[in-house]
């Protein structure tokens, strides 16, 4: 009997451990959400913030936000069209043939660099009605988004985007 109790405290005490442990690693593991999302091209890193897209100039888009499962009613929302943000920094991405996107919880997507380059399709968001998109990590979709207009679902969109790598 008295064993049996020994056995019982020590395997809940072994499961509190690896419940813990497991916890912390999860809030290591995570990823920082940040004020910024980084372009990378031609062997050069280029930091993209929201301050640098006011100056710019933030515009009001409508689009829906579909997926196969799920159609969805317009919604606005605000940002810059990749294009302008490249033009802004120079960024050369002549010769290159794709721009895959990562996001904070490390989704990512490809598209072609010609679809990133045309300003009526690749459109940088960082705020919806108004509102700056909340982060990933808080149940929003930012704090930056890559919407793909032309698209008809939103399943190559970049819900917390923090890197642009054209290859």
Excluded: H
């Excluded at 005490?13 to 690693?25: D, H, K, Q, R, S």
């Excluded at 888009?61 to 929302?77: F, G, N, R």
């Excluded at 700056?132 to 990590?137: D, G, M, R, S």
């Amino acid at each position: 009997m008295k064993t049996k109790i020994i056995i019982i405290v020590t395997v809940a005490i072994l499961a509190c451990g690896t419940a813990v442990l497991a916890v912390l690693n999860r809030q290591i593991s995570e990823p920082a959400e940040t004020n910024s999302f980084i372009i990378t091209a031609g062997g050069q890193s280029y930091e993209v913030t929201r301050g640098l897209m006011e100056e710019i100039g933030l515009i009001s888009v409508e689009v829906k936000k579909s997926t196969s499962k799920s159609p969805s009613a317009p919604i606005s929302l605000e940002g810059v069209p990749l294009r302008e943000v490249l033009d802004r920094l120079e960024i050369d991405v002549r010769g290159t043939e794709r721009c895959l996107s990562r996001a904070s919880d490390n989704y990512s997507t490809v598209i072609g660099a010609g679809e990133a380059l045309d300003p009526e399709n690749a459109f940088i968001a960082a705020a919806q009605n108004g509102e700056p998109l909340k982060p990933l990590i808080n149940g929003g979709d930012g704090p930056f988004m890559l919407v793909l207009r032309k698209d008809p679902f939103a399943n190559r969109w970049c819900r917390g985007l923090i890197e642009l790598i054209f290859d």
